[in-house]
């Protein structure tokens, strides 16, 4: 952390971690079920959350020492939703976005999604892309607002997700506070 108790800081997940990244997944959870919302109503697969922790692909968002959100993001296109005319290798995925309670209305969620906009220009891709929850309009309705568009949604019975989301790499909103990356 670079000292400044008003930057929001991003860097890559520890090991130690992953745990961490488990709890912000059950908060939310909790979160979304208080709304009326039947997302993410499942414990986080820890074999997931350590894959991407152990391969870099996981990252927290820190302000004055707490930690406010994450975010994963990785190559790997779920071959049952990205179709090969998609061009899969053509982007970045995200995955797992959390903001925390404490952190709500600070639009962290927007600056995370420019944050991976730009590593996704920088590593040469055209788009950053996500899968959301099908049943979820209003995420939909969030993703849009932040320059996605809606591909499709696929509708396959043994999985909740499916409603496809693209943007142009390196587009950048604007609307939350700047991510500062740190080393871990």
Same mark, same amino acid.
Do not use: F, V
């Given at each position: 952390m670079n000292g400044r108790s008003d930057a929001f800081e991003i860097r890559v997940a520890g090991?130690?971690? !992953?745990?961490?990244?488990?709890?912000?997944? !059950?908060? *939310?959870? *909790?979160?979304? =079920?208080?709304?009326?919302?039947?997302q993410w109503q499942y414990p986080a697969d820890p074999s997931k959350v350590n894959r991407d922790v152990r391969s870099g692909n996981a990252f927290l968002v820190f302000r004055a020492g707490e930690c406010l959100g994450t975010i994963s993001i990785d190559e790997s296109a779920d071959p049952e939703f990205w179709r090969a005319g998609d061009n899969p290798k053509d982007a970045l995925y995200v995955h797992r976005v959390i903001v925390r309670d404490s952190a709500r209305g600070t639009s962290l969620g927007s600056a995370m999604l420019d944050w991976a906009s730009g590593k996704a220009e920088i590593a040469g891709k055209k788009w950053l892309r996500l899968d959301?929850? =099908? *049943? +979820?309009?209003?995420?939909?309705?969030y993703y849009e607002s932040q320059g996605f568009e809606h591909v499709r949604t696929v509708d396959l019975p043994h $999985? +909740?997700?499916? !409603?496809?989301?693209? $943007?142009?790499?390196g587009e950048v909103r604007g609307a939350g506070p700047a991510l500062i990356t740190v080393a871990p």
């Open positions: 090991a130690e971690e !992953a745990a961490l990244i488990e709890q912000m997944w !059950a908060e *939310t959870s *909790t979160w979304l =079920k208080g709304h009326g919302y039947d959301a929850w =099908k *049943t +979820n309009a209003d995420l939909g309705r $999985r +909740n997700s499916g !409603a496809l989301y693209q $943007r142009r790499a």
